[in-house]
């Protein structure tokens, strides 16, 4: 790949990626119903993709039964939003001719994902947010960067040909440095490193379930919203399989610095 194709995409994921980060900075700190009706509006987004990548006539009725169910879950006892998240699901898969089953993963765990994010910033706070972000988006560009710049080995080529060990490295080093950041403001200590580390890794596991998603239904994008970006699936695959895992952690009383 020659020097100027190797970055072509870079101009527009700049632009896009400062856009999405302003506004997205903007609504974390204002937080409350305008957090939680983006976190919604994305989870329809998401599952609107989903719906298309896998071929479903309805996919803009499964986008907006995906986006009530998760405005929903927000403001109902815990014990049923996991139920009314997977009826959306469930609803959405009766579309489905073929590949229920990916598209059953994909699709719950993008809304899942939504739901956990809405969770942290309700019950954890706004530094914890700020901590997530800063993981996957610190994570995902020194990936990007030396990933593009030393090449080499790729991590796992069947479901990500272009994720390279350099690169997977380079990111947990990202999430590593974010952690040293925030072990004081967050009070969570030295412990916070390695977690930083995982929860980067688990949003560069999500990058790669999306991509095997991708792959099967050969596709490059999940859509075209995004410019240099793809979809929203494609922009937002690695904050969803880190605040999975965040929040996981959080149920279990693994998270230092949260009870």
Request: hydrophobic content about 60%; some cysteine; aromatic content about 10%.
């Amino acid at each position: 790949m020659s020097g100027s194709a190797q970055w072509s995409d870079l101009a527009p994921r700049v632009i896009s990626g400062i856009l999405m980060a302003g506004l997205g900075a903007a609504v974390i700190w204002i937080g409350g119903l305008v957090f939680f009706a983006l976190i919604s509006a994305l989870a329809g987004l998401m599952m609107w993709e989903a719906a298309r990548m896998f071929d479903a006539p309805d996919a803009r009725r499964s986008g907006v039964l995906a986006a009530l169910a998760v405005g929903l879950a927000i403001w109902l006892p815990g014990l049923l939003a996991l139920p009314l998240l997977l009826s959306a699901v469930v609803v959405a898969a009766t579309s489905i001719e073929r590949e229920k089953g990916p598209f059953f993963a994909l699709a719950f765990w993008s809304l899942l994902g939504c739901f956990a994010m809405a969770m942290l910033r309700e019950g954890a706070g706004l530094i914890w947010v700020i901590w997530l972000v800063a993981v996957v988006v610190i994570s995902d560009v020194a990936g990007y960067f030396a990933g593009r710049t030393l090449g080499g080995a790729k991590f796992w080529p069947r479901f990500s040909p272009k994720k390279t060990w350099s690169g997977t490295i380079a990111g947990w080093l990202g999430a590593a440095v974010i952690g040293l950041l925030f072990m004081v403001p967050t009070g969570a200590g030295l412990a916070l490193v390695p977690v930083s580390v995982l929860v980067g890794f688990a949003g560069q596991m999500g990058d790669i379930a999306e991509s095997a998603a991708k792959r099967l239904r050969g596709i490059k994008d999940s859509s075209g919203l995004i410019p240099g970006h793809g979809g929203v699936l494609d922009r937002f695959d690695a904050m969803l399989g880190a605040s999975v895992l965040v929040v996981i952690l959080w149920a279990l009383n693994l998270m230092p610095g949260l009870a």
